[in-house]
């Protein structure tokens, strides 16, 4: 017999549990097989801040953060480009893959001495670390707040122990590369053609697409075009950074950015190698006494997406206009079992402080929905509710409350 799910409008998972099953001690598998039979966006938890030891991250001003493993030690490490001395702070990770420490910070260096990229205002450099000429080692790209340029550091040592050369400015023909102004790149291949390209926000709000047109131990840009969404160009407000991944799991790789105005989602309902953006729609994440909100904790915020935990669920890190980084935790909003004993059934699910559920059942023979419980409280990131058990019940969903 088949789970179904509906996601629209807020709904979580439903989870069909077949007579033959109730009471049994193979409820618990049951629904454990019928995890993920579809995907969906990623929920979010409460921001954290990140720390070192019981200090929150703070470099000053405009943290932009970017997550990778530089020193090739299997373990992510965090670099985060900051103002006012317009540097690239280097967290190198002491615990393990899931569950980063970190205990101090270097500043990335070329020749001995701080890489400085600089900038006015709340311009910080902005690091992404990837292979850019495809050698097998890590190297960083920077960009910069003050001009739209694109820095290139080549590491010219090993992935254990980069050693950067001093910069060199990405170009389109004969011309710097340049988006104006607070230049967020991204290396990734957008269009699927066995090349990494370059996609890069501004100071406007715009993302940029540099096609890359050579090969790729030698990337080569075409001039920039401005990627849309819904019919329109795409502009998310102004100080905009770009990732990609698929958040909604449909196997088709998405736009997730940030900027002044919040964070968002640009869906992709096309082809990898030809996306089609719809609108931006805000993520939202838990507030206190707000229920569920659109993310947004001032002006100058700048995201990056990884797997923090390693719970096979994205999480999403932001930097602060106060030099802050937080951490919001993604999860899956589904039942994680369903148990009956008696004439009571339990209930449990994938939950986050600050929300409140409303819940229902129904008979697999009917449509109508009858309402179990309304304004349940979360319990943290599990919550259970148990009741009386009526042998209609067959279906059960589950919402957050609006």
Known sequence: MKSFVLFQKGWGLSRHLPSWIAGTGLVAAYVAALSGLRAAPPQLQPAVTLAVGANAIDLGDYAIPCVADWNGDGRKDLLVGYRTADKVALYLNRG????????????????????????????APAPWVCDFDADGRQ????????????????????VADPRLE??????????????????TPLFHDWDEDGLKDLLCGNGDGYIYFFK?????????????????????????????????????????KDLVGSSNAGVYWCRNTNHNNAPLLHPPVALQAPFQGLGLWPINTGSRMRLDLADWNNDGVIDLLLGNADGTVFLYEGYRFAFSAITAAGQSVTLQWNSAPNLKYDLDSR??????????????????KITTWTGSKDEAMRLFRLKITP
Do not use: E, K
Request: proline share 6%; net charge negative; glycine share 10%.
């Open 363 to 380: 008979s697999a023979l009917v449509s109508s929905w009858s309402t179990l419980a309304t304004n349940v409280p979360a319990t943290n």
């Open 96 to 123: 393990t893959d899931a569950a980063p420490v970190f205990t101090n910070f270097t500043h990335l260096q070329v020749g001995g001495q701080d890489i400085a990229v600089p900038s006015y205002s709340c311009g």
């Open 139 to 158: 190297d960083l790209l920077v960009g910069n707040g003050a001009n739209g340029y694109v820095n290139f550091y080549r590491n010219t040592n090993t």
């Open 212 to 252: 890359n047109t050579n090969a790729a131990q030698a990337p080569i840009f075409a001039p920039g075009m401005l990627l849309q969404a819904g019919g329109t160009t795409l502009n998310l407000s102004i100080r905009s950074v770009p990732r990609v991944f698929d958040w909604d799991g449909d196997g088709l």
């Open 166 to 183: 001093p910069a060199v400015l990405l170009t389109t023909g004969s011309s710097a590369l340049s988006v104006a102004w607070r230049a």
